[in-house]
């Protein structure tokens, strides 16, 4: 079985400030690795997402995430956060021997303040 | 652009009534998926279908079923409604297995049984 846990239930940060949200996974099998955004009254679209290969990957709107075998994170960075970022993230991982599933995390709701 | 949309963005139902939910993709998927969300719990999933007539439990089945007639429509059904079912309702559609293909979510539908 596979659980996602995200540590943070809001995270408050001011505009242009950096941003980290911590995502830990638990498998007992190789996974896929996502991270997606939901804005205010809209579904989920996907962010980046890690299949294999560079453990760094690169997503849209400027965000990217590491992946962490040893430490089975896979955290979400942005370096500069505008107020348009307020939304919610969810972590997500997709067992490699079963793939049409995805387990998603609690989420993360982040407020960018002016 | 893929496009999932779905019946109602707000529904309120008795207890007691068979409420329909519907999901409309209109990529050609043959994945189809709902999800429903709540808060602090993120998004647990309820059935999907990997083809017309072909569905699979996920992990909260109880007090539903779903029906996919056509390929591209997949509905899902409170048989019951309880006060318990009360949450936000996500429909979700991808080409493929999770890690290769992104799913693709409708906006949701927030539903209140009273």
């Known amino acids: 079985a596979q659980s996602v846990t995200q540590l943070d239930s809001q995270v408050p940060v001011f505009e242009e400030a950096p941003v980290e949200l911590r995502c830990n996974y638990s498998s007992s099998v190789s996974v896929y690795l996502f991270w997606y955004v939901q804005y205010p009254n809209q579904g989920l679209q996907l962010l980046l997402k890690y299949l294999s290969g560079s453990t760094l990957v690169k997503g849209i709107n400027g965000f990217e995430a590491e992946f962490n075998k040893s430490q089975t994170s896979f955290h979400l960075r942005k370096p500069s956060v505008h107020i348009s970022d307020t939304a919610e993230y969810f972590c997500a991982v997709s067992p490699m021997d079963s793939s049409y599933k995805l387990i998603f995390g609690s989420g993360t709701r982040l407020l960018v303040r002016p | ?114």
């Open chain 2, 1 to 114: 652009d893929v496009k999932v949309t779905q019946s109602s963005r707000y529904l309120v139902k008795r207890t007691g009534e068979k409420v329909f939910l519907e999901c409309v993709q209109d990529m050609d998927h043959e994945n189809m998926f709902w999800y429903r969300q709540d808060p602090g719990l993120g998004l647990r999933l309820i059935y999907f279908s990997y083809d017309v007539k072909m569905k699979e439990k996920g992990d909260i089945p109880e007090g539903y079923s779903v029906s996919r007639e056509k390929k591209e429509r997949f509905s899902l059904i409170l048989e019951s409604a309880s006060t318990n079912q009360t949450s936000m309702y996500l429909c979700a559609s991808s080409y493929g297995g999770a890690g290769t293909y992104e799913q693709y979510f409708g906006p949701g539908t927030r539903l209140t049984v009273t």
